[in-house]
């Protein structure tokens, strides 16, 4: 437990940073701050500054929360157990890229460098996220809560690992292109982040169906030649 007080102290960063930072953010005239930026790092979303102060950090300490309860209801502890490390990783890095993610998008409400674009610093995070997981999934071990999970990767440990492994590849393909987004042109940024990811849920769902139907196909040719064999040996 000791290890994990790194994460948590993360996030009672996060509430006190929201609330020191309370009298000196900057809102409209409907006292809302600044929410969403578009692809070209402007403004395009508001906020009520209750919510857009502590909104990230309640949503952080929620996932956290869940993250931590994983292990205990899972069906195949010891499988998760197996990447404990890995797993741990993940919620710091998680914890990093929330925190990350909402120090950027509170700097332009306190007047903090007014050409400062929070997507420069938001996009690499969810990067290092991307490419945190591709990392992970190649220690993944089957279970219900933590990998790649479609009904076939949970009928077979070995689709488990292959479908794993080239998640893993592909999540690390998502994270560069995602770096390289920061320097494309503005209209393209989104798709660039975006397609990519969407291209590989799509190849990771229908690669453990390829895989399962190949391995539903060898199985089926060997009971097919045991039961030839097992014919042969009656008529002897």
């Given at each position: 437990?000791s290890?994990?007080?790194?994460?948590?102290?993360?996030i009672?960063?996060?509430?006190?940073?929201g609330?020191?930072?309370?009298?000196?953010?900057?809102?409209?005239?409907?006292?809302?701050?600044v929410?969403?930026w578009?692809?070209?790092?402007?403004?395009?979303g508001?906020?009520?500054k209750p919510?857009?102060?502590?909104?990230?950090p309640?949503?952080?300490?929620?996932?956290y929360?869940?993250?931590l309860?994983?292990?205990?209801?899972?069906?195949?502890p010891?499988?998760?157990?197996?990447?404990?490390?890995?797993?741990?990783?993940?919620k710091?890095?998680?914890?990093?890229?929330?925190?990350?993610?909402?120090?950027?998008a509170?700097?332009?409400?306190?007047?903090?460098?007014?050409n400062?674009?929070?997507?420069?610093?938001?996009?690499?995070?969810?990067?290092?996220?991307?490419?945190?997981?591709?990392?992970?999934?190649?220690?993944?071990?089957?279970?219900?809560?933590?990998?790649?999970?479609?009904?076939?990767?949970?009928?077979?440990?070995?689709?488990w690992?292959?479908?794993?492994?080239?998640?893993?590849?592909l999540f690390?393909?998502?994270?560069a292109?995602?770096?390289?987004s920061?320097?494309?042109?503005?209209d393209?940024?989104?798709?660039?982040?975006?397609?990519?990811?969407?291209?590989?849920?799509?190849?990771?769902?229908?690669?453990?169906l390829?895989?399962y139907?190949?391995?539903?196909?060898?199985?089926?040719?060997?009971f097919g030649?045991?039961?030839?064999?097992?014919?042969?040996?009656?008529?002897?």
């Open positions: 437990m290890r994990e007080l790194l994460p948590i102290s993360i009672v960063l996060m509430f006190a940073i609330f020191f930072a309370d009298p000196f953010v900057y809102t409209n005239a409907q006292g809302e701050i929410s969403h578009g692809a070209d790092g402007r403004a395009d508001w906020m009520e919510l857009g102060l502590y909104l990230v309640s949503l952080t300490a929620f996932f929360f869940i993250f309860i994983i292990p205990k209801i899972e069906i195949c010891a499988n998760v157990e197996h990447f404990a490390d890995q797993f741990w990783g993940f710091v890095i998680f914890v990093f890229m929330m925190a990350a993610i909402y120090i950027a509170l700097i332009p409400s306190l007047g903090i460098w007014g400062f674009d929070p997507l420069y610093v938001i996009v690499p995070a969810v990067a290092l996220m991307f490419f945190y997981v591709g990392h992970m999934l190649s220690f993944t071990r089957r279970n219900y809560f933590i990998g790649i999970r479609t009904p076939w990767t949970l009928a077979d440990e070995r689709i690992e292959k479908t794993n492994h080239f998640g893993s590849k690390w393909i998502c994270g292109l995602a770096l390289i920061l320097v494309s042109p503005i393209m940024r989104l798709w660039i982040v975006l397609l990519p990811i969407i291209f590989a849920i799509v190849c990771i769902y229908f690669y453990s390829y895989l139907k190949k391995t539903k196909r060898a199985q089926e040719k060997g030649k045991k039961n030839k064999k097992a014919g042969r040996k009656s008529r002897k």
